[in-house]
């Protein structure tokens, strides 16, 4: 073996086996599993306890827990599919995923880069590892039609799908209609709307639903004060910046976002022009995200419940997973408007 090697063998780290456990310890490999698992009580003496977690630490042995539950069939890791993980709504989600799987179950995020949408190719690599069960957020109808894997499948934000798999679903077109009504209300009569460039339905849903209600009540939205930009501070704040002169000079007034960090980038970049928010320009979006009630002004946003989104969704999921019948195949939790600083009446 020359140089090269040795070093990479050195390099390389040693596994430490259940067998090598047992041979430090004086117990059988048998006894090294059950107590690695949490399975002792009335089969193994206290003594032999004490051996073998010394050994543990000793040589730093980590159980195989996806090898073992590989070979019973299916393995504890349940995948999360989300299209956009850099929309600070998604934290949230995994949070009251995590709650609600609790410590038996594994979770693996399936994201793909900001603005695009999850390829079925691609999480199909990952059922390899027969996952215990499928989460996927903000789904369209092809995208499951491709996927089209067996075992227990809910969806998230994915209205118009409930016939698919259970799914747990907001209703966003509610405080879509309020936010509409609010600017109505307000005095405002033209108004202009950010969009996500993210293919998925929910934000077709909110922007659909905004602008029929804004025209019900007699606002006007041009299309060609529709921009669209991945959920992120700096694109919206461009995408402001190159739209406001015109929307300046066309009488807008209000500027919905289809979520709240596009409000952000539209509040900074404001800040930088010298905009009065909300003297000269209205300006709102969805998901009522923390940093939206601290910011300055305060955010008008449509509150989405995040984290009880994933709650649920990982409570059905469960359910499926432990062999259990649903109550209902679908939820939907409401959504709501909270007004704050940064909507007030149109200057007249």
């Not at 780290?13 to 599993?33: D, K, Q």
């Not at 004490?50 to 019973?72: C, F, K, Q």
């Not at 590892?129 to 989460?135: T, V």
Request: with cysteine; glycine share 10%; proline share 5%.
């Amino acid at each position: 073996m020359d140089s090269g090697e040795q070093v990479q063998q050195r390099a390389r780290p040693r596994r430490v086996t259940a067998a090598m456990v047992a041979a430090r310890a004086g117990v059988s490999v048998a006894t090294v599993s059950l107590v690695a698992n949490g399975k002792t009580a009335g089969r193994v003496s206290e003594d032999n306890i004490s051996r073998v977690r010394e050994a543990i630490a000793e040589l730093g042995y980590v159980v195989d827990g996806i090898g073992s539950s590989l070979a019973r069939g299916v393995s504890s890791i349940v995948i999360l599919v989300a299209p956009d993980i850099s929309n600070p709504f998604f934290a949230k989600v995994i949070g009251g995923v995590r709650e609600s799987l609790g410590p038996t179950y594994q979770l693996l995020l399936s994201v793909t880069e900001s603005g695009e949408f999850p390829k079925a190719d691609d999480v199909r690599k990952l059922m390899s590892l027969r996952p215990a069960g499928l989460l996927v957020d903000a789904p369209n109808a092809g995208f499951l039609a491709d996927l089209s894997v067996g075992g227990p499948l809910v969806l998230l934000d994915a209205p118009g799908l409930a016939s698919v798999a259970p799914a747990v679903n907001l209703d966003v077109a509610h405080g879509a209609r309020e936010l509409a009504a609010h600017l109505a209300g307000a005095g405002h009569r033209r108004v202009a709307y950010l969009d996500s460039i993210t293919g998925t339905e929910t934000f077709t849903i909110r922007r659909e639903a905004f602008l029929a209600e804004a025209a019900a009540r007699g606002m006007s939205v041009d299309p060609s004060h529709i921009p669209a930009t991945t959920i992120d501070v700096g694109e919206a704040a461009a995408a402001f910046a190159a739209a406001w002169p015109e929307w300046q000079r066309e009488g807008v007034t209000a500027v919905a976002c289809a979520t709240d960090t596009h409000a952000y980038g539209v509040l900074q970049e404001a800040r930088v022009e010298g905009v009065r928010i909300p003297e000269e320009l209205a300006v709102a979006g969805f998901d009522d995200l923390p940093y939206s009630a601290t910011s300055s002004p305060g955010l008008t946003s449509v509150h989405l419940p995040a984290e009880l989104l994933g709650l649920k969704a990982g409570e059905q999921l469960r359910r499926l997973m432990e062999g259990q019948a649903l109550e209902q195949e679908e939820l939907t939790l409401e959504s709501s408007l909270v007004v704050r600083g940064s909507t007030v009446a149109a200057a007249t």
